[in-house]
């Protein structure tokens, strides 16, 4: 089908849409903007320069994709949004631009949803099939994995980053690193321990998540110091790629991990 424009919308010509395009009343697409195939801008919708993304992506109304980053150093530099396919953006989510002094792009991948009032801020990498509720807030440089699920009204601090497979719990403050298959929840977020029903219904096996959890026990529970236990989490349980996976985040932490609930320290040790 042709790419059809509502006569109220304002489209820069040296925007480049894909076949099979839907756009909006009163909708306004910048010069520097890449719309693949099938995607949809409804009424009021916004997508702003420098921001590209795939096929059959879906803009509801009032929200603004590609803004400048809310970052004082930002001095208007060409820094890019880029999206993959098949992603909703609901009422009033808003994505911002990356920054010179980050990645120079705030990326999203495929197949993920941001419901109303949701906030991407700069240099954010955001995975596949990610789920991010109503109302949540990322600061800059924030990384989430694939199949992460974040609950509303959830804030993430900068430059923290959430493993793949974990649910973030809502009305809570992540600061620290939240590790692959794990769930977290609090004011002052702590973990605990591995997101079962999450980990179940994605396909894990009955072996795997039990591996999973000794892991964690290992891990967080066991009283050893950090690199004894992830030694030994690898050597209880080897050839588990799971397993391995959480090591190599845990290893990789720069701002410290989030605490176990059951432990009254928080970070790394």
Partial sequence: ?????????????????????????YCVIEENVLIGDGSTLDAFSQVKNFTSMGPRNHVHSYACIGDA???LGFKGEETWVRIGSDNHFREYVTVH???PQGHSETTIGSH??????AHVAHDCRIGDHVIVANAVSMAGHVD?????IVSGMAAVQQFARIGEYAFLGGLSGYSNDVPPYMLAQGTRAKLYGPNLIGLKRKGFSSATIGAIKKAYRIIFRSGLMRDEALAKALEEL????????????VRGTV????SDAGRGTGGDD
């Fill in 1 to 25: 089908m042709p790419t059809q424009i509502h006569a109220t919308a304002v489209v820069h010509p040296g925007a480049k849409l894909g076949e099979d395009v839907t756009v909006g009343p």
């Fill in 69 to 71: 980053p809310q970052h």
């Fill in 97 to 99: 631009r990356g920054t």
């Fill in 112 to 117: 993920c949803l941001f419901m109303a009032y």
């Fill in 144 to 148: 989430i994995g694939d199949h992460t």
């Fill in 238 to 249: 080897p050839n588990v790629p799971e397993v391995e996976r959480l090591v190599e985040f």
């Fill in 255 to 258: 701002r410290g991990i989030t």
